[in-house]
């Protein structure tokens, strides 16, 4: 049974955040001195995240992402991993790093049966790391990458986020780098989510100037035609070399978005942008059965039309989405909370 919102969009992409720690402060997700973090005692645990799980595929989802914070920080997630990986019904089963930790954990997330990695990272240069992220840890990333290679995994993606005057100048090398290792490189253009207080409109290097600059080093570059609700556009350059790049700011993609997020207290929001959650913890402890909870979650997205980084597009004055005392007052605007 498909279950269509009010835009005829499926229920069918949830990304999980398990936790809303990180380890790094990126400067267009995390730039403030402090933050107001989840009470403790409100995280679901892995059997309630395991549960909610098993109503969401009851309704239709079957690709699921973790995500964070950084989710690497979660103890023991590869016990949730792998009590995710044993439900049929999932079909993809990804998790979203920094890489900080993954040198570490790579076999274990590849034993549990993890399907898919995505490690983001925006520089090779290691004092412009430190610079952005506010902590020495590219080498921990690169030897992160080498680790879930030698794991096993495969078509590991890279994103890249990139930022006018901070590492637009690595557009090429990144492209490199990750063509020498046959990881798949995804540019995201920088996004007004909650915690990018410092977001420009000019800072933001966009889809048609990515290609560009491409096509200027590159030479021809063909788009693949796919027809599916995936973020990222992809691209093959003449010698054979995929690449994506997610414009979320520019040319987004909200027609045909099925992701929704759960956050690690249990908020359910059906938008990056979306103001208001559904709240899933308190029903779930409260003993609600899974009908009952497949009802609350069916009775919101029958009525969605989230349509956030559109209409943001559409405004002419843009500014960051939230300022760091809003941030501070309802953390579940955090890109960091939400998880992306
Ligand atoms: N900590 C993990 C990581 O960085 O991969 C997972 C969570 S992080 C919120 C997920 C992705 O969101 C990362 O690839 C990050 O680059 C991206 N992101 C965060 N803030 C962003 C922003 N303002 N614009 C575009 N992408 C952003
Ligand atoms: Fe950076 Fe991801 Fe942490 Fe945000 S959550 S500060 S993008 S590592
Ligand atoms: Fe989906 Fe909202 Fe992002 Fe649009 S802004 S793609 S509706 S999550």
Redesign the pocket.
Known sequence: MVHLDRLQRPLRNLRLSVTDR?N?R?A??MPEESYTWLPKGRLLSFEEISRLVDVFLDLGVRKLRL?????LLRQELEVLIAQLASKQRLEDLAL???GILLAEKAQALRTAGLHRL???LDTLDRRRFAALTKRDGLESVLAGIEAARRAGFQRIKL?T?VLRGTNDDEIVPLMEFARDRDLELRY????D?G??TH?KRETVVSRAELLERLRAAYGPITPLAEHDSAPAERFLLSDGIVFGIIA?TTQPFCSTCDRSRLTADGMWYTCLYAPQGTNLRDPLREGATNAELAQRILGRWSERADRGAQERLAMHERTALASSEELRANPHWE??TR??
Request: some cysteine.
């Open positions: 990180c790094l990126c267009y997700c995500t964070g914070g950084e989710p979203t790093t920094n995505t490690v983001s994103d986020v995201i253009e920088y996004m989510v915690g990018a977001w979320s890109m960091h998880g992306g």
